[in-house]
């Protein structure tokens, strides 16, 4: 008996619900390699949940007595009361979390427990567990999205003037912000939450009736059931009800992009933490040390977090090879889902959480920040959009532009340090006005197009995000 069977009090020992047609038990091995229960039993509270639905249904619609309904509804209440204080404890041996909530029903209540699965399956019982489990777990995951949105939006607030060098292949290109910087990752993560919504909208069906795969000959009353689980409606087809895990790997690629936008944010974090770069310090409480070199502080966070993406991706590889050669209906493969989706769920989830810590208790250094918009002649479109302003053709305007960076390098300074002779030698439009017009400040605050770095721009930026948060 492993350690966790150890506590179990009630639901122990008992046949397979299946076991009728066998003369012989299974082989423990056997046993061993098909339970489920270690895995499903997170859904234990909304299993009973959709089972006293089920159950009050069936006293409703005549099919059991109603009295046994209500026995078997109060049972079942107890039951999972028991469970949340720890007054019952799972039964490790049973073969999945239906049989031991079945099992420490009928043993609690006898003949009447025995009717609780009447016109149901443990097919069309597993996709409303997963359902009911889907739509308060994605909820707590979409706080936690706007925590760390609310987070970098108040970073950004206080930083709309702080300078940062943009970077397109990691070449300094254009002075932005840190607070424009900051709320990209923000909007990143926005759709993220959309795209949970999106997928929550789309299990909103009730699959209980749908039975093994083929309905039942029972007068089910399957709209009263998911109305009195609050879904908008029942599934439209038995066979695809109990055929299908779209909605696990919907979930589960919305996670991988979660953890896309997570790891790369995180690269950035890492990149900026070194001594070359120095735009960020992560708290000491938010880094770890080398066991000997005694000077590290390194941003093991950071690079768990990049590294923990790997396996949500491998998750999601896992459910769409799960279901790729699968003929309708249900096929054993589908328990699999389980083990991915909470696996990707628990590691999103852990993420979210450590990533709001790291970034929440971060010090910008904004003196290094903005040497970084200095050096690497950012401002060169600068220069080409100053001579588009006199008139000059864009291409032609680049040219000058980069007549003028070849000065700049030869002369081994930047572009806002070359002399006025210089800038007419390239073009006789450019005057000494140039030099305000190209400082890392001008340029960032010159970029007043809608979605701009623009300190203005940026703050409606701010403002909308924040209006979400608040939604
Ligand atoms: N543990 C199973 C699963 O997750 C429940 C459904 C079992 N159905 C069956 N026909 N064996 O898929």
Redesign the pocket.
Known sequence: MSEKNKGAIEGGNHAALWSGRFKEGPDGAAVEFET?IYV?ERMAQDDIKGSIAHATMLGEAGIIPKEESLQITGELQRIGEDLLSGKLKIDYSAE?I?SFIEGVLTDRLGEAGKKVHTGR???D??ALDERLYLRHAIPDLQRRIKTVVSVLVSIADKHKESLLSGYTHMQRAQPVSLAHHLCAWAWMLQRDWQRLEDALGRINKCPLGAG?LAGSTLPLNREMVAESLGFEGVTDNSLDTVADRDYCIEFTAAFSLIMAHLSRFCEEIIIWSTEEFKFITLSEKWSTGSSIMPQKKNPDFAELIRGRTGKVYGNLIALLTMVKGLPLS?N?D??E??ESLFDAYDTVYSCLEVFTHMIGTAQWNEAKMASSCVGGHSNATDVADYLVRKGMPFRTAHGVAAGAVRIAIEKNCNLEDLDITDFQRCSPLIEKDIFEYITPDGCMKNRKTTGGPAPEEVAKQIASLQDWINQ
């Open positions: 489920s499903d999945d239906h399956s443990r097919n019982q597993i093994a249900y054993r589908m328990q889902d389980k």
